[in-house]
């Protein structure tokens, strides 16, 4: 794991060690800080955020991207993060223009906003809608890093979704710049139909990635889960955080959790794509 993250930071940046280290530093501040909600910091040991992070090659003065944010857990690290090393954080929120219904994805944009606009602690979040039909994340070849965390399968279940979206992800990029994305992996089992457990194969992942024009980097096994068995009677959502233990998703409390709970958090997939610089 640290090899990777290692071999990530070598990588992506070219500074003194000192510069480096002080690095490291605000993402372990930003990580410990405060503004984090109890239920996001609980989860840290299964999600990795500094080893994450620095194998995605985050650093200082970055522009982010993060697509599809939900509930905030790389919000709260990141946004803190840009604020305190000169960058800027942007959200790819619902896209309101191409919501079926505008008034519910608009209410959801303005609580997001709502939730984390103290700038003190958030600085000037950027909100960029992000849809089936919306426009671009931003101006062509403007941030350094967009990162989409346990959201591509989301992007299958409408037609042409997937490709679409990482056009967007390749177009906003910076040559050189970096696409992150974690997901639930299937491997080694195949996929189910319709990926309706929200288990991909990590070569569905790449292949539509390399499609869209990026060049695979690196993967990392740094959330990886063996306990994992992928034969959930709900899905990924049977497993923590989610926890579903009906198929209506309503609380079962006759439903034996006792397994599920001690599996954890699902086997992910890392991956690093590059935009190339020509």
Not at 70 to 76: D, I
Not at 99 to 122: C, E, H, I, L, T
Not at 193 to 221: C, H, P
Request: hydrophobic share 45%; with cysteine; aromatic share 8%.
């Amino acid at each position: 794991m640290f090899r990777f993250a290692a071999a990530a930071c070598a990588a992506a940046l070219v500074l003194a060690p000192a510069v480096v280290q002080a690095a490291d530093a605000r993402l372990a501040a930003a990580v410990a800080g405060a503004n984090r909600a109890p239920p996001n910091k609980a989860r840290d040991a299964a999600r990795h955020p500094v080893e994450t992070l620095t194998f995605w090659g985050l650093k200082p003065k970055a522009t982010v991207v993060e697509v599809v944010p939900g509930g905030g857990y790389w919000t709260e690290i990141l946004a803190p993060y840009a604020k305190a090393t000169g960058g800027r954080y942007i959200a790819g929120v619902a896209d309101v223009d191409g919501a079926q219904n505008k008034a519910a994805a608009q209410k959801a944009v303005d609580a997001f906003a709502a939730r984390y606009g103290d700038k003190a602690v958030y600085g000037d979040i950027g909100l960029a809608g992000f849809g089936l039909t919306s426009k671009p994340l931003g101006p062509p070849n403007s941030a350094d890093l967009v990162i989409t965390a346990r959201n591509i399968h989301n992007f299958t279940y409408q037609p042409g979704f997937l490709d679409k979206s990482m056009k967007d992800f390749f177009a906003v990029l910076k040559p050189g710049g970096v696409l992150g994305i974690e997901e639930h992996r299937a491997d080694p089992r195949p996929e189910v139909a319709g990926i309706t457990d929200g288990y991909m194969s990590q070569a569905r992942v790449i292949a539509a990635a390399e499609k869209a024009g990026f060049k695979l980097a690196a993967s990392s096994e740094v959330n990886a889960n063996p306990k994992d068995t992928k034969d959930h009677p709900f899905g990924v959502w049977t497993l923590p955080p989610t926890r579903q233990s009906s198929a209506d998703g309503k609380p079962n409390p006759s439903f034996d959790r006792t397994k599920y709970d001690a599996i954890g958090e699902s086997d992910r997939m890392t991956l690093r794509f590059v935009k190339p610089k020509a």
